[in-house]
Protein backbone atom coordinates (compact mmCIF):
# COMPACT_ATOMS: atom_id res chain seq x y z
CA UNK A 1 0.00 0.00 0.00
CA UNK A 2 1.47 3.30 -0.74
CA UNK A 3 3.47 4.66 -3.34
CA UNK A 4 5.25 2.18 -4.33
CA UNK A 5 2.36 0.67 -5.85
CA UNK A 6 1.40 0.84 -10.02
CA UNK A 7 -1.12 3.83 -10.25
CA UNK A 8 -3.94 1.76 -11.76
CA UNK A 9 -3.71 -0.17 -8.25
CA UNK A 10 -3.60 2.27 -5.96
CA UNK A 11 -6.70 4.22 -8.22
CA UNK A 12 -8.66 0.65 -7.67
CA UNK A 13 -8.36 1.11 -3.51
CA UNK A 14 -9.15 4.83 -3.65
CA UNK A 15 -12.13 3.64 -5.16
CA UNK A 16 -12.65 1.08 -2.97
CA UNK A 17 -12.43 3.26 -0.33
CA UNK A 18 -15.04 5.59 -1.69
CA UNK A 19 -17.32 2.38 -2.67
CA UNK A 20 -16.82 3.72 -6.16
CA UNK A 21 -16.78 0.48 -8.75
CA UNK A 22 -18.69 -0.88 -11.65
CA UNK A 23 -21.31 -3.42 -11.02
CA UNK A 24 -23.26 -5.24 -13.87
CA UNK A 25 -26.32 -3.50 -15.39
CA UNK A 26 -29.48 -5.21 -13.46
CA UNK A 27 -31.37 -6.09 -16.56
CA UNK A 28 -34.62 -6.83 -14.70
CA UNK A 29 -34.79 -3.39 -13.71
CA UNK A 30 -34.02 -1.79 -16.95
CA UNK A 31 -36.70 0.66 -18.63
CA UNK A 32 -38.10 -0.95 -21.41
CA UNK A 33 -36.55 0.49 -24.65
CA UNK A 34 -33.60 1.74 -22.83
CA UNK A 35 -30.34 1.73 -24.77
CA UNK A 36 -27.16 2.23 -22.25
CA UNK A 37 -23.90 3.27 -23.74
CA UNK A 38 -20.55 3.37 -22.73
CA UNK A 39 -19.58 7.34 -21.77
CA UNK A 40 -16.03 6.68 -23.39
CA UNK A 41 -16.65 4.74 -26.18
CA UNK A 42 -20.57 4.51 -27.15
CA UNK A 43 -20.64 1.06 -27.40
CA UNK A 44 -23.50 -0.71 -25.76
CA UNK A 45 -22.89 -0.69 -21.81
CA UNK A 46 -22.39 -4.01 -19.57
CA UNK A 47 -21.44 -2.03 -16.31
CA UNK A 48 -22.60 0.85 -14.57
CA UNK A 49 -21.45 3.39 -11.78
CA UNK A 50 -22.40 1.95 -8.41
CA UNK A 51 -22.82 5.91 -7.33
CA UNK A 52 -24.02 7.39 -10.09
CA UNK A 53 -26.00 6.85 -13.79
CA UNK A 54 -22.89 6.58 -16.21
CA UNK A 55 -22.32 3.60 -17.85
CA UNK A 56 -19.18 1.79 -19.33
CA UNK A 57 -18.08 -1.29 -21.78
CA UNK A 58 -15.41 -2.72 -19.60
CA UNK A 59 -13.65 -2.17 -15.98
CA UNK A 60 -11.05 -0.27 -18.24
CA UNK A 61 -13.33 2.55 -19.49
CA UNK A 62 -14.62 3.11 -15.76
CA UNK A 63 -11.59 3.46 -14.49
CA UNK A 64 -10.15 5.62 -17.22
CA UNK A 65 -13.18 7.77 -16.45
CA UNK A 66 -13.55 7.73 -13.11
CA UNK A 67 -8.99 8.71 -12.61
CA UNK A 68 -9.59 11.15 -15.54
CA UNK A 69 -13.02 12.99 -14.54
CA UNK A 70 -15.13 11.04 -12.43
CA UNK A 71 -14.05 11.49 -9.22
CA UNK A 72 -14.69 15.32 -9.51
CA UNK A 73 -17.70 15.20 -10.99
CA UNK A 74 -19.62 12.16 -10.00
CA UNK A 75 -21.82 13.64 -6.90
CA UNK A 76 -22.69 16.51 -9.67
CA UNK A 77 -23.72 13.94 -12.22
CA UNK A 78 -26.20 12.19 -9.77
CA UNK A 79 -27.61 15.49 -9.76
CA UNK A 80 -28.23 16.12 -13.07
CA UNK A 81 -29.21 12.55 -14.26
CA UNK A 82 -31.64 11.80 -11.42
CA UNK A 83 -34.79 11.88 -11.51
CA UNK A 84 -36.53 15.44 -11.66
CA UNK A 85 -38.05 16.50 -8.89
CA UNK A 86 -41.45 17.50 -8.53
CA UNK A 87 -41.53 21.56 -8.27
CA UNK A 88 -45.01 22.88 -8.31
CA UNK A 89 -44.99 26.01 -9.41
CA UNK A 90 -43.67 28.11 -12.80
CA UNK A 91 -41.75 29.71 -10.33
CA UNK A 92 -39.96 26.91 -8.71
CA UNK A 93 -39.34 25.21 -11.78
CA UNK A 94 -38.20 28.21 -13.54
CA UNK A 95 -35.32 28.19 -10.98
CA UNK A 96 -34.42 24.30 -10.60
CA UNK A 97 -33.79 24.59 -14.53
CA UNK A 98 -31.33 27.71 -13.88
CA UNK A 99 -29.93 25.54 -11.15
CA UNK A 100 -29.40 22.75 -13.41
CA UNK A 101 -27.93 25.11 -16.36
CA UNK A 102 -25.19 26.80 -13.51
CA UNK A 103 -24.41 23.03 -12.57
CA UNK A 104 -23.34 22.29 -16.23
CA UNK A 105 -21.77 25.44 -16.58
CA UNK A 106 -19.59 24.69 -13.64
CA UNK A 107 -18.73 21.44 -14.94
CA UNK A 108 -17.73 22.06 -18.24
CA UNK A 109 -15.47 24.54 -16.62
CA UNK A 110 -14.19 21.90 -14.44
CA UNK A 111 -13.90 19.28 -17.47
CA UNK A 112 -12.45 21.31 -19.84
CA UNK A 113 -9.48 22.76 -17.26
CA UNK A 114 -9.15 19.01 -16.54
CA UNK A 115 -8.74 17.36 -19.76
CA UNK A 116 -6.24 20.48 -20.47
CA UNK A 117 -4.30 19.71 -17.73
CA UNK A 118 -4.07 16.15 -18.41
CA UNK A 119 -2.98 16.95 -22.46
CA UNK A 120 -0.22 19.18 -20.75
CA UNK A 121 0.97 15.99 -18.52
CA UNK A 122 0.92 14.33 -21.78
CA UNK A 123 -1.48 11.70 -19.91
CA UNK A 124 -3.62 11.53 -23.13
CA UNK A 125 -5.90 8.80 -22.39
CA UNK A 126 -6.70 10.13 -18.93
CA UNK A 127 -7.56 13.58 -20.81
CA UNK A 128 -10.04 11.71 -22.76
CA UNK A 129 -13.23 12.00 -20.59
CA UNK A 130 -12.79 15.19 -19.39
CA UNK A 131 -12.82 16.18 -23.12
CA UNK A 132 -15.76 14.17 -23.59
CA UNK A 133 -17.27 14.97 -20.86
CA UNK A 134 -16.81 18.95 -21.52
CA UNK A 135 -18.10 18.70 -25.06
CA UNK A 136 -21.39 17.08 -23.63
CA UNK A 137 -22.01 19.58 -21.27
CA UNK A 138 -21.14 22.38 -23.95
CA UNK A 139 -23.37 20.74 -26.21
CA UNK A 140 -25.92 21.41 -23.36
CA UNK A 141 -25.29 24.49 -22.35
CA UNK A 142 -25.15 25.99 -26.03
CA UNK A 143 -26.97 23.61 -28.09
CA UNK A 144 -25.78 21.30 -31.01
CA UNK A 145 -24.71 24.29 -33.39
CA UNK A 146 -23.40 26.59 -31.22
CA UNK A 147 -19.87 28.33 -32.17
CA UNK A 148 -18.72 27.76 -28.35
CA UNK A 149 -18.58 24.18 -29.40
CA UNK A 150 -14.82 24.88 -31.29
CA UNK A 151 -12.35 26.37 -28.78
CA UNK A 152 -10.30 29.27 -29.54
CA UNK A 153 -6.51 28.74 -29.67
Not at 39 to 58: D, H, M, N, Q, R
Not at 73 to 94: N, Q, T, W, Y
Not at 105 to 133: H, W
Request: proline share 6%.
Amino acid sequence: RGPDLPLFVRSQEAERSRGMTAVPINRLSKAKGAKYLCEITGAPATLVCSECPVYFATKEHFDVWWRGIGNLIAADIVVLRGPPKMIGSEEERHRRNEEIMGIRRELLEVCTATAQKFLVQMKYELAVPGALQSLKFAIEVYGGGGAELVPSV
